[in-house]
């Protein structure tokens, strides 16, 4: 499985090619990233190092920052 990734942010997001609305939220992810280094990766190379972004855009850890909500705050 691959993922789209932020090294900057330690972030990432599970494509699923043939799924529209995942598309979609790779393009939000990649809109709030667009100023940072962006890579596509194998998940098995970054799930261990990164934060995983669910769909609904929150983040799959206990301990959060704000970064990834308010860029999507100013996209909306």
Do not use: W
């Amino acid at each position: 499985m691959r993922a789209r990734a932020c090294i900057k942010c330690k972030e990432y997001m599970i494509i699923h090619a043939n799924n529209p609305l995942n598309q979609t939220k790779i393009d939000n992810f990649e809109r709030i990233h667009h100023l940072h280094t962006l890579i596509t990766v194998d998940l098995e190379e970054i799930k261990d190092q990164y934060q995983l972004i669910n769909n609904n855009g929150s983040k799959n850890v206990s301990k959060e920052t704000n970064h990834s909500q308010d860029s999507l705050n100013k996209i909306y």
